[in-house]
């Protein structure tokens, strides 16, 4: 089970942490993903981490403006969001995936239930 939280509502330039939550497996075997989703749009890739690696790769949009990390104690993922702007506002997700495509969500084999990330201009 993955649950995000950190969400919410906040000005352009801000920042917002948002953290996943992983419980009742392990996912250590797995790639552990970030994607939003904006009304209207298709769930759209963020940015990823290896468990076992902490290998990182991110969507060119966020890139040097978000940061995705692990806690290996606390069993989660976070992410970073600085900087922010109007056009990241949507829905985020977290994900877990087997799959060496981590950028492609039909790939992914869990889903938390998203949290809100609201820029206001």
């Known amino acids: 089970q993955l649950v995000e939280s950190g969400g919410g509502l906040v000005q352009a330039g801000g920042s917002l942490r948002l953290s996943c939550a992983a419980s009742?497996?392990?996912?250590?075997?797995?790639?552990m993903g970030w994607f939003r989703q904006a009304p209207g749009k298709e769930r759209e890739f963020v940015a990823a981490?290896?468990?076992?690696?902490?290998?990182?790769y991110y969507a060119d949009s966020v890139k040097g403006r978000f940061t995705i990390s692990r806690d290996n104690a606390k069993n989660t993922v976070n992410l970073q969001m600085n900087s922010l702007k109007p056009g990241d506002t949507a829905v985020y997700y977290c994900?877990?995936?087997?799959?060496?495509?981590?950028?492609?969500?039909?790939?992914?084999?869990?889903w938390g239930q998203g949290t809100q990330v609201t820029v206001s201009s």
């Open positions: 994900g877990a995936t087997r799959s060496l495509n981590y950028s492609a969500h039909r790939g992914y084999d869990y």
């Open positions: 009742g497996r392990t996912f250590s075997t797995y790639a």
């Open positions: 981490i290896i468990w076992t690696s902490s290998s990182t």
